[in-house]
């Protein structure tokens, strides 16, 4: 799944494909250099990111995702606004990607349910105005798979089909890097939830942490070590940035681990 950041102030990318043009043509080099999925998305949610309004976001995702109908690849919208859903798969999306597991917004859930689309639950503790001051559990992968099977359960009265629906341990979201270490560790025990797991470690401060890179745009073969370890452990999806290279390593890595 790569990711398309049409944002001002993204962690990593802010600003980079801003543009509708240039986000077209990103998005295109990404599916030629082997993306599955392209995640589009208009609203930051890096650790105390500002809120964007739903018709603020619509303004900067809608061009893209008209651009990039019939490139042959599922598109993605990265939104936590029933709104921008609404108006995304309208404009040809196929897949929400909520970081709030559908907890924002009200409408969001019978929405999902009503259009019979794919959907990915994220977890995330408050919101990424706020989620810092809850990163503390007793266990976290025990935890995040609780409230995971509440989120899906929900999604479920609301009338969505487990079938549609994958699951995201949210990397970084309410997590500090022991958290995201253990929960990757961990990873196997999500698969038990019966759905799809996708995994976004791109980039991610854990990353700098670990390897001492302080830059984002450097921690590409850190990410890359980390999807690797996260497919092992019962990932089926990577949200990734640099897609080229993460294709070349999967590449290798699914050969040799058969
Ligand atoms: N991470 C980010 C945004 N959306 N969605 C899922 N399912 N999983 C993730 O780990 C995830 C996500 C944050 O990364 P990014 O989009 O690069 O940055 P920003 O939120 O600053 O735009």
């Known amino acids: 799944m790569g990711i398309l950041n049409v944002t001002p102030d993204s962690f990593s990318d802010g600003g980079d494909t801003l543009d509708a043009a240039q986000a077209i043509a990103a998005g295109r080099q990404m ?48 939104t936590r606004n029933a709104g ?5 798969l309208d404009a040809g999306a196929a897949i929400v990607n909520d970081v709030s597991a559908l907890s924002h917004d009200p409408a969001a859930a019978p929405l999902i349910a009503d259009r019979g689309c794919p959907v990915v639950l994220m977890h995330m503790r408050g919101t990424p105005a706020t989620m810092q001051a809850h990163a503390a559990y007793d266990d976290v992968a025990g935890e995040v798979l609780a409230e995971l099977a509440t989120r899906i359960a929900a999604a479920q009265a609301a009338g969505i089909d487990l079938l549609q629906i994958a699951i995201d341990p949210g990397i970084g979201f309410a997590k500090t890097s022991e958290h995201n270490i253990i929960l990757l560790q961990r990873l196997p025990i999500l698969l038990g939830l019966g759905c799809r797991i996708v995994v976004g470690v791109s980039r991610k401060r854990f990353i700098g942490t670990l390897a001492s ?25 990577l949200r990734v940035h640099d897609v080229a290279a993460t294709v070349q390593a999967v590449r290798v890595w699914q050969r040799l681990a058969g």
């Open 31 to 78: 599916i030629a250099d082997g993306a599955g999925i392209l995640d589009i998305g208009g609203e930051s949610t890096r650790p105390g990111a500002e809120p964007v309004s739903s018709e603020d976001e619509q303004r900067r995702v809608l061009p893209v995702i008209a651009g990039l109908i019939g490139c042959n690849v599922p598109l993605s919208v990265d």
């Open 84 to 88: 921008t859903m609404a108006a995304a």
């Open 213 to 237: 890179v302080a830059d984002p745009k450097q921690r590409m073969p850190g990410s890359i070590a980390a999807g690797l370890f996260a497919l092992s452990q019962g990932a089926s999806v």
